[in-house]
């Protein structure tokens, strides 16, 4: 079970942190992915991790502002999201899957087990 957590209400140019643990389980042989889902939009890739390190990112605007780190310790992947825009508001969904390759980390049905989401809002 995934439990995504760190969401809330952020200024334009601030930054946030997501967390989501894997409970009962381990993120170890796994690959990790971080989505977004706007309203009345597709899910949309942002970060990825498949086991064991290779990583990907999703579009050129989130670049450089987003990245994803692991603690295999705390079994805790984390989003990193700094200089955050209005568009960045979503619903953020960390998902884990045994079988991703790394030329569909960016692919919702590559992954197994999502977590229930997380609310970032970017507003002043």
């Known amino acids: 079970q995934l439990q995504t957590s760190g969401g809330g209400l952020v200024q334009p140019g601030g930054s946030l942190r997501l967390s989501c643990v894997a409970s009962g389980s381990t993120f170890r042989g796994y690959s990790v992915g971080w989505f977004r889902q706007a309203p009345g939009k597709e899910r949309e890739f942002v970060v990825g991790i498949r086991w064991p390190g290779s990583t990907a990112t999703g579009s050129d605007s989130l670049k450089g502002r987003f990245t994803m780190s692991r603690d295999m310790a705390k079994n805790t992947v984390y989003l990193q999201m700094n200089s955050l825009k209005p568009e960045d508001t979503a619903v953020y969904y960390c998902?884990?899957?045994?079988?991703?390759?790394?030329?569909?980390?960016?692919?919702?049905?590559?992954?197994?087990?999502w977590g229930q989401g997380t609310q970032v809002t970017v507003s002043s």
């Open positions: 998902a884990i899957g045994s079988r991703v390759i790394y030329s569909t980390l960016g692919v919702p049905s590559s992954y197994e087990h």
